[in-house]
């Protein structure tokens, strides 16, 4: 693996471990403005997780624009930018397919469905905001990089696509410590790979990640309480049969 790269895994290493010693600092920090210790404490995550994923993304993003390598996809003649942007569009659907799938098999094999990970992010956006510009921008463009440019490139330079996606999609399951979740992180694995691979531009999985990620914390978040009226008057809607087909 090109030492560029090595650099990229350490960085994304690095911002994954971050907290142990930033979080206690910037708290440090925040209890010499005069906050409650409380407050300062239930801030302190949402705020160093945009602090960590932007240096990081700034890292690795100078990194790649003075590293020449190029893997054996990229070897390769890319696409026009006019496919690459209707792959980016077709991608998030893909990308959206590829879940629900994915879900649909986990509910058969008794999976139960809900991710804390998605939760404790909802939480996170909840207390500061802007965590979104991490969860929505900056944690795609880093996964795709680490995972599909990084981990799937230089498993594909040594192996058909089939096993070199279901490799980094393991280690991408593993990474987000869900592993009941692995065939729904395995499914995005192979979508983003296979845009990837298709394209040759690393850009089309980065679009498709990214507007999967806004709309799934749109909804989460700035449209939960419509989502949870909807879901009510459904209920409501299927007593009121439940009722009247009691009187017939």
Do not use: C
Not at 16 to 41: F, M, N, R, W
Not at 99 to 104: C, P, T
Not at 158 to 180: G, K
């Amino acid at each position: 693996m090109k030492k560029d790269y090595g650099f990229i895994l350490i960085t994304y290493i690095l911002m994954q471990l971050s907290g142990i010693v930033g979080g206690p600092l910037l708290y440090q920090a925040g209890l010499l403005t005069g906050a409650e210790p409380a407050q300062i404490k239930s801030l302190v995550p949402g705020y160093w997780t945009i602090i960590s994923f932007a240096l990081a993304t700034l890292i690795v993003l100078l990194i790649l624009r003075k590293s020449t390598y190029k893997n054996s996809i990229e070897q390769q003649t890319p696409v026009s930018i006019r496919s690459a942007t209707t792959w980016s569009f077709l991608g998030v659907f893909m990308a959206f397919f590829a879940q629900y799938a994915a879900i649909v098999v986990e509910t058969m094999l008794g999976i139960k469905q809900g991710s804390e990970n998605t939760q404790n992010i909802i939480e996170l956006v909840q207390g500061v905001p802007l965590v979104i510009l991490s969860v929505a921008i900056f944690g795609p463009i880093l996964e795709e990089i680490v995972f599909r440019k990084i981990i799937f490139g230089s498993l594909y330079n040594r192996m058909p696509f089939f096993f070199a996606a279901l490799i980094s999609s393991l280690i991408f399951s593993i990474a987000h410590t869900e592993l009941e979740h692995t065939i729904l992180y395995a499914a995005m694995g192979f979508t983003f790979a296979f845009l990837y691979v298709k394209t040759k531009r690393i850009i089309v999985p980065i679009i498709a990640h990214v507007s999967m990620n806004t709309f799934v914390v749109l909804m989460q978040y700035v449209f939960a309480d419509k989502i949870q009226e909807m879901i009510k008057k459904a209920e409501e809607m299927e007593q009121m049969q439940t009722i009247l087909l009691n009187f017939l």
